[in-house]
């Protein structure tokens, strides 16, 4: 139990599946607040917010498209209607939408994949920085991927790029926000077995993704918790901040 994080307000974004499905069920455990924000998959989410629950903290359910810049906002004053503050944002909702080569790439999926990638993590950072900054501090935990490091797998290079323009985010809200004593960091995941994978990777590019990681195996959602945890501890990571922390079975060490 990492005690600072009991009664804190969580919105984890894409919460009801996979790694965000971890994080929001690990900050449960520790006793937080959290808003689970979904899209369509509210069955998952009801399920998420039942282990949030059987943890012994409190679960909300948000929905809302979050490719919407209202719909940013809106997340966002929910979680604080709901809890009357929101002290740790986790930026986790994204998507590849779709494995294509360049020169396939149209302005329809470039829109979707930035749209819900880089500018869902702009809009919504800045509608709770305004709450945070009232409150006098939070933290900010944004999602990218190895991807970001090393362009991404066949057909990944749209999704890879928009990774790296959120790792670039960090660094810069990092920099514009801890002024006003909010940190922003993020969280890099390897090759997680996860729905992402399941729609978007064949078995034989799994098995060809698993040949290059030292620990030889594909990691799993709830080995990712930990490092979301740390991040949005004060008592843990107070002097921590523009930090992506890799958690990739050594698959790719900066």
């Known amino acids: 139990m990492i005690a600072d994080l009991k009664g804190k307000a969580v919105l984890v974004t894409g919460a009801s599946t996979g790694i965000g499905a971890a994080a929001a069920a690990a900050f449960g455990a520790n006793g937080a ?16 917010a039942g282990r949030v629950r059987a943890a012994g903290g409190e679960a909300v359910l948000v929905s809302g498209d979050l490719a919407s810049t209202a719909a940013c906002g809106d997340i966002v004053e929910r979680t604080v209607q709901a809890f009357g503050r929101i002290d740790v944002l986790v930026n986790n909702a994204g998507a590849m939408v779709q494995r294509r080569p360049l020169a396939e790439i149209d302005d329809e999926l470039f829109d979707q994949v930035v749209h819900l990638n880089v ?9 709770a920085a305004v709450h945070m900054r009232r409150q006098g501090g939070g933290n900010v935990i944004n999602v990218t991927s190895i991807a970001a490091r090393h362009g991404g797998g066949p057909g990944a290079l749209l999704y890879a790029g928009s990774k790296g323009f959120v790792s670039t985010l960090t660094r810069g809200m990092a920099k514009e926000l801890v002024r006003d004593k909010i940190r922003v960091n993020a969280v890099a995941p390897g090759v997680i077995a996860t729905p992402f994978h399941d729609r978007f990777s064949t078995p034989e590019m799994l098995e060809s993704f698993r040949t290059t990681i030292p620990m030889n195996r594909i990691g799993d959602a709830d080995e990712c918790a930990g490092a979301f945890l740390f991040l949005a501890s004060d008592a843990l990571s107070s002097y921590i901040t523009g930090q992506i922390i890799e958690v990739n079975g050594g698959q790719y060490m900066p």
């Open 119 to 127: 500018r869902s993590v702009v809009m919504t950072t800045g509608a």
């Open 33 to 48: 607040r959290v808003a689970i924000h979904y899209n369509r998959s509210r069955a998952q989410a009801e399920e998420v």
